[in-house]
C-alpha cells in the first residue's frame, strides 16, 4: 500500500484501514475516514476538501500520494457515444479505459495490468509484455474518473481492458471490495464482469471466494490444437482443465459464465470449429441434473496491424452462431460499439508510447 517513498496510497484502502491510518500515522481521530472516503471516491482532490482544515490537508498531501489517473487522451465516439480515455499514471505509464452507453446504464471497461505477459497472438495489449500491475487505486481511479468527467454514474464495469485481471489477483479483488463500498462508488458484485484467458489456478482461488460476479472466459478455439496455436496460456492449462475450473465456478458461485469467441478467419472459424465447440461446451458443462447455462458470445477479430489476422466474414459468423443454437447453446455476436474511435483495448497505448519513443 505504501510506495518505496513510504507515501500511503489513499485511494487502496479500505475504510478500516483508512481509519487506522488516521489514528496510527497521523494521531488523528477515527472520523476522520468517514469524512474523506466519499469525497475520494469522487476524485475530490486532497486541495479541495474543505472540510478538513488547512494544515490537515497540508499534512496529508505530504504523507499520501495521489493514484489518481490523469486524462491524456480523450476520444468520443461520433456514432454512439462511447468515450475512450487514455489515462497518464503516476509512474507515467498509460492505461486504456472504455466508458460504453447502453440502455441499461453506462459501463466503463477498465485495465488491470500494464501491459499483458500472456500472449495471445490476436492481441494489441500483450505485444510489449507486462510492466506492473495496476494497485487497487489505479483500478478504482479508472471508474472514479470516467464518472467524474462524463458526469454520468456508471453503474457496471467490465474488467476487459489492457491486462490479465487474474494475473494481478490480490489487487483486482481488493478492488472489488472497494467499489462496492456504500459510500464510495457503491457498485455491487452483481454489476461487475472480469474476463480472462484461463489462469485456471486462480478461477479456483476465485470460485472459493464466492463473489457473484460475472466470469467471462476468453476460450476463442474448442481444442487443444486450435487453442495454443493461439493462446499459449493453453500450454499450461488445456481446454478440459479450463472447462472443469469453469464448472467449478459455477458449482461454488451459481454465476453463469460467458464463453469469448473470437472469430480469425482461416483460424477456428469452420463449422467443424463450430461443431467440436458445441459438443465440447455440452459434454463438459451439461452433465447431470446441475446442467449449466452456457453463453457464446462471438467476436469478430479485431484487425491489429501486428498480428496480421483477419476478421471473419459476416455468412462464416452467421453459420458458426447458427451451429451452435443447433446444438442448444446461445449465441450473440457482439455488437462494435465506438469503432470510429478505435475502442478495442491496446492500440492508443501502443500509438502513445510509440509517440514517447519518436519524441
Ligand atoms: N486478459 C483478459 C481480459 C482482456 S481482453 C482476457 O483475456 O479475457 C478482453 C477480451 O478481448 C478477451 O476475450 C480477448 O481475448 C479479446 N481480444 C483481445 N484482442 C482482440 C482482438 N484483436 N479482437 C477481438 N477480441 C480481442
Known sequence: MTSEYEKTDLLSL????????FVEKLGEPKYRAKQIFPLLHRGVPLSEMTNLSKALREKLSEQCEDRLPRIERKLVSALDGTVKYLFRLLDGNCI??????????NTVCIS????????????????????????PSELIGQVIMAQK?????????????????????????????LVGCE???????????????????????LARL???????????????????????????????????????????????????????????????NAEKLAAVLNSALRKGKDSMPIHVNLIPVNEVRETGFKRSGGDAIKAFAAVLESKGIRATVRRKLGSDINASCGQLRREASGEAINN
Open 210 to 272: 464466492e463473489l457473484p460476479i460475472t466470469l467471462s472466459v476468453s476460450l476463442h478455439a474448442p481444442d487443444n490444437e486450435t487453442r495454443s496455436a493461439i493462446m499459449p496460456i493453453n500450454n499450461r492449462w488445456g481446454v478440459e482443465e479450463l472447462l472443469h475450473a469453469c464448472r467449478d465456478y459455477y458449482g461454488k458461485t451459481g454465476r453463469r459464465i460467458s464463453f469469448e469467441y473470437t472469430l480469425i478467419s482461416g483460424k477456428n472459424d469452420s463449422r467443424e
Open 112 to 135: 488491470s495490468q500494464v501491459g499483458c505477459r500472456m500472449g495471445c497472438r490476436f492481441c494489441a495489449s500483450t505485444i510489449g509484455g507486462r510492466v506492473r500491475n495496476l494497485e
Open 149 to 177: 468527467d462524463t458526469g454520468e454514474r456508471i453503474s457496471n464495469i467490465v474488467m476487459m481492458g489492457i491486462g490479465e485481471p487474474l494475473d494481478n489477483f490480490n489487487n483486482v479483488v481488493k478492488f472489488l471490495s
Open 14 to 21: 479500505s475504510p478500516t484501514e483508512l481509519e487506522s491510518f
Open 183 to 205: 459510500e464510495g462508488l457503491n457498485i455491487g458484485y452483481r454489476h461487475i464482469s472480469l474476463s480472462t484467458c484461463g489462469v485456471v489456478d486462480k478461477i479456483y482461488e
Open 96 to 105: 486504456e479505459t472504455v466508458v460504453m452507453k447502453y440502455n441499461h446504464g
